[in-house]
């Protein structure tokens, strides 16, 4: 199994431009959520899922929009690229809220 | 906000030596997780706590939940250079509705060999 998927790995862009960060689980899980991780502030918490069509936002939701059209699909949408977006993104995903799976990340900087 | 507060946030210690992790919050959480995240890549559960009170051990790692579900400990015992990383934990919210999985702020380990 693949797990939890994220694309781009990497990613630079300038101030102002848009873009969408991919996160895909094979696993069936009916919880996603988007995190932040910044130097000394830990993991925020950005949108999360109960399931398909569902969304809701965490603790840091400004700059960012969701969607969940399917179970497997959980994409992060920057609307208007900031420097304060410059920042680790973790997709996660869990069946039962009881341990969740971690995608490898995705490191934006922002220009 | 769900404030989950970890110490220390730094920890260098040498090998073969124990040492025991703190994660306190002034909220109840139905469950708490914790984590290990090394560099480049995303958090790996180690373990879940639901019950206040339960006890579960991972080789040489022991997991707490306090009796109120408010706080959580990780002991080491005999630490290895393996054991090196950023150490994380998560409360999942108590309430009807609230869904949210809340993280410390962490407490990065070394080990020195």
């Known amino acids: 199994n693949a797990g939890v998927t994220q694309t781009p790995k990497f990613q630079v862009l300038k101030t102002g431009q848009s873009m969408t960060l991919q996160c895909a689980q094979d696993?069936?899980?009916?919880?996603m959520s988007w995190y932040r991780q910044d130097p000394g502030m830990g993991l925020r918490l950005i949108h999360y899922?109960?399931?398909?069509?569902?969304?809701d936002q965490g603790e840091v939701p400004n700059g960012y929009n969701v969607s969940r059209s399917t179970t497997e699909d959980f994409p992060l949408r920057l609307l208007s690229a900031a420097p304060s977006q410059t920042s680790v993104y973790f997709c996660?995903?869990?069946?039962?809220?009881?341990?969740?799976?971690f995608g490898s990340g995705t490191r934006l900087t922002v220009v | 906000t769900q404030l989950l507060e970890q110490s220390p946030q730094f920890l260098s210690i040498q090998e073969g030596e124990n040492l025991t992790v703190y994660c306190n919050s002034s909220?109840?959480?139905?469950?708490l997780q914790w984590y290990r995240q090394e560099p480049g890549e995303g958090p790996v559960l180690l373990v879940t706590v639901v019950t206040g009170g339960e006890v579960k051990k991972l080789k040489r790692l022991t997991f707490q939940f306090g009796d109120a579900r408010k706080d959580s400990s990780l002991h080491i015992t005999a630490a290895q250079p393996g054991d090196t990383g950023l150490y994380l934990c998560a409360g999942e919210g108590s309430n009807f509705g609230n869904e949210k999985l809340t993280f410390g702020t962490g407490t990065r380990l070394t080990i020195i060999p």
């Open positions: 696993m069936n899980h009916e919880y």
């Open positions: 996660a995903s869990s069946s039962n809220r009881n341990g969740y799976t």
């Open positions: 909220s109840v959480f139905s469950s």
């Open positions: 899922s109960v399931g398909a069509g569902i969304t």
